[in-house]
């Protein structure tokens, strides 16, 4: 064997950043897993068990919401701590937090870590990645201080200064990093401060900017002081985020106006029906804090929340989803092939085949995840009687790290539990991402370079 086939060999058996940013979430999840199963991080003082345990943990590294516990009631401030931290590491990446580490060490970050740094961040140019890293953590902190410091001013007065900032600093992180957890109790989310404009709106802007991606953010910051134009990207996360936010929140207004048991509730003004209706269409894009009953909207309203939900936030953000960006490249490809064209243009720009080929996929891949681990929670939970439209409901907001419920994640049985864990996994990780990570591509090289003859296949 010569010495270059042997570095081939060699370069083979390394792992790829999908693998190994893969392999990082999943670790992440068994060590959260195994700290909140310890006795000391429950407010009882006895274990919650390993399934209670690796599914929380699951839920909070994936950004979820989905839980089997009330973290307000059920653990101890300890295991309030690990819970924030497993949020926290998750939502932002833990690829960035090493990065972090590196830099306060004073140590130099190696070429594969600038590229495990960028593959987790989905960006492609190397160039001061570190740099925007670093500024991504001092983004990210600057807006979770300023949302737990607005919240404080409704919370201190309610549950005492100590607990109303700890409350405050817990809602405001889980709320950026668009993870749903809460620690009020009772499992109503914030249904109970529906009537609170302040705490409403404030939810709603850190699910939005949590979501809307951090390069997207810089961009904005950095309009006028020598960036004069927006990115493609950044253009096509705007417009969708906007699509979506306002009519998702015109159409749940217009479903829901007369409903007794959402927005037309005892008490509800018409600023509450406004913020609450906004608030449903942004906490679906993966934030997964409940507003109005997810379980009494009509079914309508449901069907619209679980397509918020399959889109999901923006790349290179700490939600989930398809992504904005994903359903907008396969929406001009439609457009392209109806109109005739042969590729994909926008605002002058022209968009790869191999993006749209990416973002197909990405839909398939995670529609018939969807649609297969749903029709298996059906069948298991025949003889519950459950509507399949919230078990659908459950199942999409489980794949796409949304954590919103119509019908109490701990109601279901155990076996659909444990199908539930792979599947924020996934979402969290990424479809296309794992499949890739997971596929062998041997002599992929090779093969670009082979081609076959041409033959038409019918279709439509």
């Known amino acids: 064997m010569t010495i270059s086939s042997k570095r081939e060999q060699a370069r083979r058996k390394n792992l790829n950043p999908g693998q190994i940013l893969a392999l990082g979430f999943l670790v992440l999840i068994v060590v959260g897993g195994l700290l909140l199963t310890l006795p000391a991080c429950s407010a009882t003082g006895q274990s919650l068990g ?76 190397m160039k001061g990645m570190v740099r925007l890293s670093l500024w991504f953590f001092l983004m990210a902190l600057a807006i979770e201080l300023a949302g737990a410091a607005v919240l404080s001013i ?36 914030v249904i109970s401060m529906q009537g609170d404009p302040t705490v409403i709106i404030t939810l709603t802007l850190l699910i939005l900017f949590g979501g809307m991606g951090f390069a997207v953010i ?9 960036n004069r134009r927006l990115s493609l990207h950044a253009k096509l996360v705007l417009i969708m985020n906007a699509v979506l936010l306002f009519g998702g929140a015109l159409m749940v207004y217009l479903l829901e106006y007369s409903n007794p048991a959402t927005l037309a509730a005892e008490g509800m003004t018409g600023t509450d029906k406004v913020t609450n209706a906004f608030m ?18 009509k079914p309508a309203t449901k069907m619209l929340s679980c397509f918020l939900m ?35 243009t926008l605002f002058g720009k022209e968009v790869s085949q191999d993006t749209a080929r990416r973002a197909v996929a990405l839909m398939f891949i995670a529609l018939a995840f969807a649609l297969v681990v749903t029709t298996a929670i059906v069948i298991l939970e025949d003889s519950h009687g459950f509507d399949t439209l919230d078990l659908g409901y459950e199942t999409i907001s489980a794949i796409t790290t949304t954590g919103l419920s119509a019908m109490g994640t701990g109601n279901l049985r155990v076996s659909s539990q444990i199908l539930l864990m792979p599947l924020m996994y996934l979402g969290r990780v990424g479809p296309l991402t794992l499949a890739v990570a997971l596929a062998h591509r041997a002599n992929s090289r090779v093969q670009n370079r082979v081609r076959h003859p041409e033959e038409n296949v019918m279709i439509g």
């Open 50 to 125: 390993l399934l209670k345990g690796m599914f929380t943990a699951t839920s909070a590294v994936c950004v979820t919401g989905l839980t089997l516990i009330e973290a307000g009631v059920d653990l101890s401030p300890l295991g309030q701590g690990v819970l924030l931290a497993l949020i926290q590491v998750g939502g932002l990446g833990f690829m960035a937090f090493a990065s972090l580490g590196m830099v306060l060490l004073g140590r130099k970050i190696s070429l594969r870590g600038r590229l495990l740094l960028g593959e987790a961040m989905n960006q492609s140019n």
């Open 154 to 189: 409704r919370f201190i007065p309610r549950y005492g200064v100590g607990k109303g900032i700890w409350m405050s600093i817990f809602t405001a992180i889980s709320a950026f990093c668009n993870a749903g957890f809460d620690l009020f109790g009772q499992y109503n989310s």
């Open 218 to 226: 810089l961009e904005l910051l950095s309009l006028g002081r020598g």
């Open 280 to 297: 449903q269409s942004m906490t679906c894009r993966t934030a997964g804090f409940a507003s109005i009953d997810q379980g009494a909207m």
């Open 310 to 344: 399959f889109v999901g936030a923006s790349p290179a953000s700490t939600g989930g989803g398809i992504k904005t960006t994903t359903l907008a490249v396969s929406l001009l490809m439609i457009w392209s092939v109806i109109r005739g064209r042969e590729h994909i």
